[in-house]
């Protein structure tokens, strides 16, 4: 019953804490820690020990596996060398650096021991860097690489401190690491791979969500306690399975499975990544005690520290500038089609927090190891410092070196014009078919499809004190579904239909009610944002034309002699001719298309400078 209250006690003030955190709008790791630390020397708080196994097989297998499976394969590939050299070169560079600091700054200390603190402080943290970047807005190449290295550096560091553990007295070599961890790499891949196939079979012949989501939930677990029984990288092999599972997830599983799947672990991901930042914060106070028996004097003991903690920040930082403009030598961006600045190696430098991988892996330092106490003192340090100090400076540093978040109004162009591609490929199968339609169904199916494409393109509109279409239909349809909802309630209550019914009816109006509810938050996103949109691909007509000067007044002349009403306008860029969007009624800019053939139009809109090509659906 201990450990049940403990559990659900910790579930509580993880909730508490995390809603606290965002009214005050405080990064919730940093207040979760915190809490944490004070809560460690309240009266009556037991002593929290942190076991390397609770959080090597509890807690680091799914946090792995639900970041890998939203991270974007595509994504990855494309920034694998920087990705590999930060997870593998870099944490190979920190251990050096800070096990030969160490070395100098404790009398007595073997060099495996201090290589072994090198390792421990060596990996960033998956859920410290992410939260914090996702939160403040960090550009999505800077994310995913952030994703990428987090992944995989901690199979780099475990292998390198359990090499250092192992070696004991004669001391590590390069030679021995790199052996230990292309077994291990090899090994995992193996068996990621492996785990995919497996599940990728079975998801294949199910069809069932629950049963689905319960695989789910057991990969991660298996993969990992696989592969270190094979003493291959439990990391890599969970890590791979997820990536693989994540990018064919659209293939494999069924609408209901994917939305289950994608549920069930943004949940638990939510749940265990606050859990850590508490639980590292109640180590605090009986880290501190067991330190005052060191044979090492305070001064010495906050000396190391801090330098400890220095040098991991520093390390970084030299690497990343180092191997940016030595090997990386980044490309333009796809999206925006420039080399991404200095500022943006700063700030991926910058954010290095490490987190509670660091402090489990401090634990498997074996217990007769000279100064041990110490080391654990350091990771703890190392932790809580890069958490406190480059995670509250972080955003400073990011509106400072003015590093631009994603924008949402690209977001919504680029969603618009996947859309109409999607819809284009969809009406040419539809061609392909052979039916008897004598209820007009076909027609039916055009009209959604075409409202769902205006619904994109509308989302672009940037008229502030203008009601669009979108806005109206989702303020009516949100009273109606309220209305909707109360009556099913009623009709519950009097027990005259069956519950399955009324739950199945309930769930429908959940669905549309959501998709209504994001798609406003969108819009108000949108409409907050600035800017140069663009996609990145473009055409011969793209490429043939840029963007033209718009009138200060623009109207659409043939709205005016129909005496309709336009949403949006759009100038054509052959001759000039200006017409209203397709979400209009009227449609005159596409009515001009079909009647010219002129191919670009751009946006007639204040503030929005993209352009749209007829022939190949591409925006620039």
Same mark, same amino acid.
């Given at each position: 019953?201990?450990?049940?209250f403990?559990?659900v006690?910790?579930a ?22 915190a ?20 959080v090597l ?10 970041t ?8 990855f ?46 990996p ?5 860097a992410?939260?914090?970047a996702?939160?403040i ?5 800077i ?8 992944l995989?550096?901690?199979a ?5 401190l ?12 390069t ?5 230990d ?8 891949v ?6 995919f ?6 998801r294949?012949r ?12 057991v ?6 306690v ?5 003493h291959?990288?439990g ?7 997820g ?24 949940t &638990? @991901? #939510?749940?265990?990544?606050?859990a ?5 914060? !109640?180590?605090a106070? +009986? /880290?501190? *005690? ?5 044979e ?15 040098g991991?920040i ?9 191997t ?10 796809l999206v ?19 987190g ?21 003192? &350091? @990771? #703890? ?8 100090i480059?995670g !509250?400076?972080?955003? +400073? /540093?990011? *509106?400072?070196?003015?590093v631009?978040p ?25 061609q392909?078919l052979e039916?008897d ?15 769902r494409?205006?619904?994109?393109w ?20 949100l009273d ?7 009556? &099913? ?30 798609a406003t ?24 034309t ?9 109207v659409?002349a ?31 800019a ?22 749209w ?8």
């Amino acid at each position: 019953m201990e450990i049940a209250f403990f559990l659900v006690a910790l579930a509580v003030a993880v909730l508490v804490v995390t809603a606290l955190a965002e009214r005050l709008d405080v990064p919730p790791p940093l207040l979760l820690i915190a809490v944490g630390v004070a809560a460690s020397y309240a009266p009556g708080m037991p002593e929290i020990h942190l076991e390397a196994e609770v959080v090597l097989l509890g807690l680091l297998p799914p946090l792995l596996y639900a970041t890998a499976i939203q991270t974007s394969l595509v994504d990855f590939n494309a920034n694998r060398r920087t990705i590999l050299l930060l997870s593998v070169g870099l944490v190979v560079f920190t251990t050096a650096g800070i096990g030969a600091l160490v070395h100098g700054l404790i009398p007595g200390i073997g060099w495996p021991a201090a290589f072994a603190i090198g390792a421990v402080v060596a990996p960033p943290d998956a859920v410290a860097a992410t939260a914090i970047a996702r939160r403040i807005g960090l550009p999505r190449r800077i994310v995913t690489i952030l994703e990428g290295e987090s992944l995989l550096n901690d199979a780099t560091a475990l292998v390198a401190l359990r090499t250092a553990i192992a070696a004991g007295g004669i001391g590590i070599t390069t030679m021995e690491v790199a052996g230990d961890f292309a077994i291990a790499a090899g090994g995992g891949v193996a068996i990621g791979i492996g785990f995919f196939l497996v599940v990728a079979w079975l998801r294949k012949r199910l069809t069932d969500p629950l049963m689905d989501t319960a695989i789910s939930l057991v990969v991660p677990f298996a993969a990992f306690v696989l592969a270190e029984e094979v003493h291959a990288s439990g990391v890599i092999a969970v890590v791979i399975a997820g990536l693989l599972l994540g990018h064919k997830a659209p293939i494999l599983q069924t609408a209901q499975s994917r939305i289950a799947e994608r549920m069930n672990w943004r949940t &638990i @991901a #939510f749940l265990l990544e606050n859990a850590v930042f508490l639980l590292i914060g !109640l180590q605090a106070e +009986w /880290l501190f *005690r067991d330190v005052e028996r060191s044979e090492l004097s305070s001064g010495r003991i906050i000396a190391v520290c801090g330098a400890t903690l220095l040098g991991v920040i520093v390390l970084r930082m030299v690497w990343v500038f180092v191997t940016r403009y030595l090997l990386v030598r980044p490309g333009p961006d796809l999206v925006t089609g420039k080399v991404p600045p200095w500022s943006f190696t700063l700030v991926l430098g910058w954010a290095g927090m490490r987190g509670v991988v660091t402090l489990a892996a401090a634990f498997l330092i074996p217990e007769d190891t000279e100064h041990r106490e110490v080391l654990l003192l &350091i @990771a #703890f340090t190392v932790v809580a410092g890069t958490l406190f100090i480059q995670g !509250l400076s972080l955003p +400073w /540093l990011a *509106r400072r070196l003015k590093v631009p978040p994603p924008d949402p109004m690209d977001d919504a162009l680029a969603r618009a014009t996947l859309l109409q591609q999607a819809s284009k490929a969809g009406f040419e199968q539809l061609q392909q078919l052979e039916y008897d339609d004598p209820h007009d169904v076909v027609e039916l199916i055009r009209q959604r499809i075409d409202q769902r494409n205006f619904a994109a393109w509308e989302r672009l509109g940037t008229t502030a004190d203008q009601e669009s279409p979108s806005d109206l239909y989702a303020r009516i349809r949100l009273d109606m579904i309220g209305a909707e909802r109360r009556r &099913i309630l009623e009709i519950r209550s009097s027990g005259t239909v069956a519950s399955d019914v009324v739950a199945d009816v309930l769930a429908l109006l959940d669905v549309e009610e959501s998709m209504l509810d994001n798609a406003t938050h969108e819009r108000e996103d949108i409409r907050a944002s600035s800017g140069r949109r663009r996609t990145g691909e473009q055409c011969e007509h793209l490429l043939s034309t840029t963007v033209a000067e718009t009138p200060d007044d623009p109207v659409c002349a043939r709205c005016l002699e129909d005496g309709s009403r336009w949403v949006a306008l759009r100038q054509c860029l052959s001759c000039g001719e200006i017409g209203c969007c397709d979400s209009s009624p009227a449609q005159h800019a596409t009515a001009h298309f079909h009647e010219t053939t002129h191919p670009v139009m751009q946006s007639a809109e204040p503030g929005e400078d993209w352009r749209w090509c007829y022939v190949h659906h591409l925006t620039a």
